[in-house]
């Protein structure tokens, strides 16, 4: 392992249409080998051991293809970008030179290049008590939660149809009574330091109304998970996104239970999308109909104070999530902060913020666990856990996201796209505003699904 870049490896995006190969690690590395591409052969003289692999690792490259081109004739403004253009380039740690990416970028025929992974650390903690009530509010009518009790009375608003979710993110515990969810061949690593985290955030959307614990959002959704970590071993996001483009339709669902370092030896923590491969994987889900829920990240690791997404710069000296200024650039997905269980909702103080985010939800406290009992009604649970962070929020908007969905296809049979799901969890008429609301706090609103609810037939 690299002292200096902890589980890194570099990320690069060649110009787009220069007809690179996209096959196996060694046919790719002998082809850049024998044409000399880079120089290569000059980079492995300074760089022994440098290996060079397509980024998109699950999918085959005419499925990405068609997913491309499927994305251009749904959304005539998507700027397609070519998935083939690009690699990662693995470098045993001993020989690895920080030099290297800027070799890469200054390349006339690399358009970017950057450190891909960051600290496989997930936007939330889970904390474990002797359980008294479970404290469920966000399930509550507004302005303490979202109004789930009323969804449950509509059609679909159990989450039940045609509608699914994919949960990414890092491990899960499989084993859990309280919910059903599904797994692919290519699911990926489930890495058991994760799985408390990965099985809370489930619980909040499909925990089942048998279990004292208390019901789910969405307890009947169709949910799926793809892990980060890929088959190959690697911690890839991008590709965990591709792979779950190819297994959903117009109107689906992806949420991005992930946040990420800006560089290696940094201590703030964004979200995933500032990585550029991501930010345009998700864009792709966008113009394909696909909603995407983001958690929007949990500020610095030691300080624990909140970043703003407004003073993010990329490499390139921009701020790309400043929706003011002139370098922003949409990805489409629904970007998710967290504020207090208690009102009036304020910012929790290491939840993000910014004029990026879209919604709130709670991101403290939030019961997922409490007394289970078997078939002989025995206690078989004696704890609680609360989930906390952008991650409960974000399983939390997630949930509503699912029931609107589910609720709009089993009335009015038709889907709501990403923008329109968007405007509808981020309106300030159809949600409670924080204290100070959007342009002070800059957390978005908290969805409220009565209003939704009962705006939907005119939308």
């Known amino acids: 392992m690299n002292e200096e870049y902890p589980n890194f490896r570099l990320v690069i995006k060649f110009k787009d249409h220069l007809n690179r190969p996209y096959h196996e690690p060694d046919e790719i590395s002998r082809y850049f080998y024998h044409n000399d591409l880079f120089p290569f052969k000059n980079l492995l003289q300074d760089f022994p051991g440098l290996r060079i692999n397509k980024l998109f690792t699950t999918l085959r490259p005419d499925i990405i293809s068609e997913l491309t081109n499927k994305a251009g004739r749904l959304d005539k403004g998507y700027p397609a970008r070519d998935f083939h253009s690009y690699y990662t380039v693995d470098c045993p740690h001993q020989i690895f ?55 449950w009375n509509i059609a679909g608003g159990d989450g039940c149809g045609q509608v699914k979710f994919i949960d990414i993110e890092q491990g899960w515990d499989l084993n859990s009574k309280k919910f059903s969810v ?96 991501v930010f345009d994987v998700i864009r792709l889900a966008s113009a394909l109909g696909i909603i995407v829920i ?56 290491h939840s993000n913020f910014g004029s990026r985010i879209d919604c709130y939800a709670w991101g403290e406290r939030v019961s997922i666990a409490g007394y289970q009992f078997d078939s002989s009604e025995m206690a078989i649970d004696l704890f609680r856990k609360k989930l906390n962070g952008t991650s409960g929020a974000a399983a939390i908007i997630a949930g509503a996201a699912i029931v609107v969905q589910s609720i709009t296809e089993s009335n ?37 699904l009565r209003k939704i609810i009962n705006y939907i037939p005119i939308a």
């Not at 650390?121 to 789930?148: E, F, M, R, W």
Request: aromatic share 6%; with cysteine.
């Open 97 to 151: 030179k920080g030099e290297l990416l800027d070799i890469l970028r200054r390349h006339d025929k690399v358009e970017m290049a950057y450190v891909e992974s960051g600290p496989a650390i997930s936007p939330s903690s889970i904390a474990t008590d002797i359980p008294t009530l479970v404290h469920q509010g966000y399930l509550k009518h507004s302005p303490t939660g979202i109004d789930a009790e009323y969804a």
């Open 182 to 277: 599904r797994t692919f061949p290519f699911t990926g690593k489930n890495l058991p330091v994760f799985k408390d985290h990965g099985e809370a955030v489930l619980e909040v959307i499909l925990s089942q109304h048998r279990f004292m614990a208390g019901k789910g959002i969405a307890p009947k959704a169709n949910g799926y998970i793809i892990s980060q970590w890929r088959p190959d071993g690697f911690l890839n996001t991008s590709d965990a996104i591709m792979a779950a483009l190819a297994q959903l339709e117009f109107g689906d669902i992806i949420l991005l239970e992930a946040q990420i370092c800006d560089s290696p030896k940094s201590e703030s923590l964004w979200p995933v999308e500032i990585q550029n491969a």
């Open 412 to 448: 009015y049979h038709f889907r709501l796209d990403p923008a329109q799901m968007r405007q509808i969890l981020s309106s300030d008429l159809l949600g409670t505003t924080s204290v100070n609301g959007r342009i002070v706090d800059k957390i978005g609103v908290m969805p409220d």
């Open 294 to 349: 983001e958690a929007a990240g949990n500020g610095k690791k030691i300080s624990g104070d909140g970043n703003d997404l407004d003073s993010f710069t990329d490499f390139n000296g921009g701020n790309p999530l400043d929706r003011s200024g002139p370098d922003f650039r949409d990805s489409g997905a629904i970007l998710v902060a967290a504020g207090s269980d208690t009102l009036p909702h304020t910012r929790i103080k």
